[in-house]
């Protein structure tokens, strides 16, 4: 059981360059979530999906683009990268406990430099 | 904007000494949550506790919950070196998403 995988791991961009980071989860959760996280200011939510085809915004979504095609995947894309997004990327996904209480399990993160 | 807010920043202490770490929050939730992040790594939960509760145990853990303050406590119990890590309270608000603190910083020295 992988839990939740992210891919890459590290990638270095430079200003104005484009990629997409790819979170898969294999426990067939509905929720997906897409957090940065920076010095001294915790986790911060930029986009999340309830299902398969919808995505909504979060916190901080301006600069970020998301899609979930498939259940198990959700796609986080930058369009034209810009230094402030500097950060370490955590993907999650949310499964209900039977008391209705709901946690999450996380990736082990993406570390994305932006020259 | 974050809902909990940890404090300390940061804790130094021995092994076998205890660790508490503080929570507040500011709106009404369903639940308070307690994640660990070693370094490096994603965040793994911890445990949950309930608005309706007032304390939980799980292990050397011990987490307690004060609605009219709005605030938690983590409670490490004989602390070990493996402790070493970053540890977040997330509230559920019963919503979409949970929400994450800036966390506290634990540093358990042998």
């Known amino acids: 059981n992988a839990g939740v995988t992210q891919t890459p791991k590290f990638r270095v961009l430079k200003t104005g360059q484009s990629m997409t980071l790819l979170c898969a989860q294999d426990m067939n959760h509905e929720y997906m979530y897409w957090y940065r996280q920076d010095p001294g200011m915790g986790l911060r939510l930029i986009h999340y999906?309830?299902?398969?085809?919808?995505?909504a915004k979060g916190e901080v979504p301006d600069g970020y683009n998301v899609s979930r095609l498939k259940k198990q995947n959700f796609l986080l894309g930058l369009e034209s990268a810009a230094p402030s997004q500097t950060s370490v990327y955590f993907c999650?996904?949310?499964?209900?406990?039977?008391?209705?209480?709901?946690?999450?399990?996380f990736g082990a993160g993406s570390r994305l430099t932006v020259l | 904007s974050q809902q909990g807010e940890e404090d300390p920043q940061a804790l130094s202490i021995q092994e076998g000494e205890n660790a508490t770490m503080n929570c507040s929050y500011k709106?009404?939730?369903?639940?308070l949550q307690w994640y660990r992040q070693n370094s490096g790594r994603g965040l793994v939960h911890l445990i949950l506790?309930?608005?309706?509760?007032r304390e939980k145990h799980s292990g050397r853990l011990r987490v307690t919950l004060d609605t009219s303050k709005k605030s938690s406590s983590l409670l490490i119990t004989a602390s070990r070196a493996a402790d070493t890590a970053s540890y977040f309270c997330?509230?559920?608000?019963?919503?979409?998403?949970?929400?994450f603190g800036k966390g506290t910083t634990l540093s358990v020295s042998s």
């Open positions: 506790i309930r608005s309706n509760e």
């Open positions: 999650a996904s949310r499964q209900t406990l039977n008391s209705g209480a709901n946690v999450l399990t």
């Open positions: 709106t009404s939730i369903n639940n």
């Open positions: 997330a509230t559920d608000k019963a919503g979409t998403a949970l929400i």
């Open positions: 999906s309830v299902g398969e085809g919808t995505t």
